[in-house]
């Protein structure tokens, strides 16, 4: 065992540092088991203080460190790469709910808290954390804001960010910030909080948090709509959030191959409705209005939309249940892909006036160049948010498909482009979309991220080869 | 004329280059009077290209750049120092509004737009874009940015950062970062943005955003409520979040105090309550629901509030008219305190749930110190926002009591710092609280923003001053 390592047994105990292969390949495997990385060691501080002491002792020895939460990130930024130089640092054991305060609509989680425990958590104190995501019972809270993650309920809640007041962060140099405020209003200087939010790791680690608590709607009413295509699901988007404003908490839009996906792979789900139609959105609203009183809203408002033509055919869940139901065709849209075979993923958002223009456009070029291939798209439409992904035609082997990867993503990105969005709209860049976003964002934009990278951590230990490369250039900002 | 105003003069014309004292006054003035700045010039800059020529003249010429909106900011951030070496920047011919994508809810508009131009333009559009404040009228919407304005509308919508999408910036090399994004999800490297946002042209200057627009509410009640103290108001806040959601627009607090003195300065105004109470709290709901519905919901409400004994007295608005009548006390506490005389002001933010310990462990200090002075304290309770405001006793002439402005802020200060609050809740730093900040930041925290100032304004010429002084010791963040 090397001088290091002994040294970090020391500061942490033997218990917690792995350096068997065997005991680290979990840590060390991708969440999509794309790829293994290399590392000395995988560390698992207990707390903050001894979180700021391993980095002190990498920052000594100039030992890169890549942060981990619970590792079901979807692009390598939490995994370490081949060079077996750097060492893993998970934030696993800093589990305490450190406050709840409900009078205040805050709780103080440390990052190494599940999702799920963190939603369980507030509703023990009667409260909503509303931020939701598919990998919820295994994703930590640490690895939510350093990846500022999505889900389901951003046209109503925001984003991760949003729902962050404060953040207890570890620096590059090993000293703890403690920013851990629970203010609503604080013009106090530069925004660090959102800084280090979304930055993956890059800048520092988030070793503990303030996050926003809501009341808990008193009622939840689920739809499912079938439309004739993704524009008259934008004319409802509209119609639907001028009239029920902040009650709108989940839209999201599926096509019809989506749902012919999941009764394929998921045979005993019955069907909705009769017949099929070419596109479909799941409606959620819940309110601190009645049940009834939302229900009849919901009612009305799509009666009209049925009478106008707007839509061609709705079914309205009765009961939690069928409510379950109705959400499980949207849940289990990935996994039917993943049975269907490999594809082509992307996590892109679009102005949301924009989106019908996009899929058609981007559509013609893909069924250009790939005739017969199959589209899976489907997404957080209230957000602008899809995950436009790529099947191989039906007679040809995925592999084959996967080949063309690259032009595939570059057919997808470059209209991406061209119609103002993002080409990572929740999962972040990691390793995987490093060298991507150098085509699209401006080399301005990227010197003021280095500028950054280089002022907060000088000697690149944090997650490097993650998010930004070092400056090559020898050119300053002036 | 200075060969540097000469080069100036050619680059956005003479008529925009002012260099007499009797035109550039207004420009350097504080809004409250307090302080006129010297500059060599003001500059008025067409357009965003414009502007980046001039920060590129400036940094040729090594002269700082003060950028100035409306130039209403109250912590002297938008005026020069007395050295009279540096130039006004003013971005108020920056007018346009370059988009309204009423399907993508936002608009993108230029930093001199006013703030009630701004809001007129959505309304334009059947949009409301929420943020409110007293100076509307004058304040810009890029000076809304830099300084993260809050307002009245924060409750629900929150502060002008959770307003905005995108930023167009003039960086400190005069470059143009296009970061002008209308996107709800976007996870493709550092928050820039938010890094800008709020910086109070430290870091660059702001010369466009894409803001976000809302639905306009279809209704909108209003109601003065009297209670026996502080703890009532938190417990009726409590109430109302649990039973109107996202309903809550507005929940401004003030006590009998700061009643007493909007009747006593605006005696035309009728009397709401047959007699006085100790606090009073307006609460304003909206919502996508009808006039009746909300009117009755809140009726309901405090109904039962009145009958369990949480309040003493309410009044709900018949009519729009008498809505605006309810906010007319609410508004005019500021004008009515200016009138009585000078005062000592603070503008803080404590955790909601602290709120009454802090009001009542304050007035105690302040009180023992300075017998009999006044406590003017009022705010938007629902953020934890108070204008904790000390009128001088009745017997003392102004000018005597703020000789003790010091001590004063000290006591008020020391006590927001042990109840975890901010000194600064919506105004921000400027020059006249970067002296006080050092006082209640960590070091840690202060070098943070130091190396990112270094990183993005090398040569110190944006806005230098204020917020944050250069960083004096040679002791690097590793």
Known sequence: MSPFLHLCQQTIGANYVLSEQDEMLTYLTDQRQREVGKALAVLSPANSEEVAALVRLCAEHQIAIVPQGGNTGLVLGSIPDQSGNSIVLSLKRLKRIRKIDAANNTMTVEAGCLLAEVQAAAQGADRLYPLSLASEGSCTIGGNLATNAGGTAVLRYGNARELCLGLEVVTAAGEIWDGLRALRKDNTGYDLRDLFIGSEGTLGIITA???????????????????????????????????????????????????????????????????????????????????????????????????????????????????????????????????????????????????????????????TAFPACRMVCFGHLGDGNLHYNVSPPAHQHANDFLLAQAQVNRIVHDSVHRHHGSISAEHGIGALKKEEILLYKSPLEIRLMQAIKEALDPHQLMNPGKVIGVRHETTSLD
Do not use: M
């Open 209 to 367: 948090a303030v996050i926003k608590l809501f009341p808990i709607p008193k009622s939840e009413v689920t739809a499912l709509i079938a439309l004739a295509d993704v524009n008259a699901a934008l004319g409802l988007l509209s119609l639907v959030q001028e009239h029920t404003g902040a009650s709108l908490t989940g839209f999201e839009l599926f096509s019809d191959f989506c749902l012919q996906l999941v009764h394929k792979h998921f045979a005993e789900l019955p069907k909705i409705f009769s017949r099929s139609h070419p596109q479909y959105v799941l409606i959620e609203l819940s309110s601190s209005e009645t049940q009834e009183h939302t229900r009849t809203q919901l009612e009305n408002l799509l009666a009209s939309a049925l009478q106008s033509g707007l839509i061609l055919d709705v079914v309205i869940a009765n009961s939690l249940s069928q409510a379950a139901a109705i959400w499980k065709f949207r849940e289990l849209i990935s996994s039917a892909q993943a049975r269907e075979g490999k594809n082509i993923k992307h996590d892109i958002s679009i102005p949301v006036s924009q989106i019908a223009t996009f899929i058609s456009a981007t559509d013609t070029l893909l069924q």
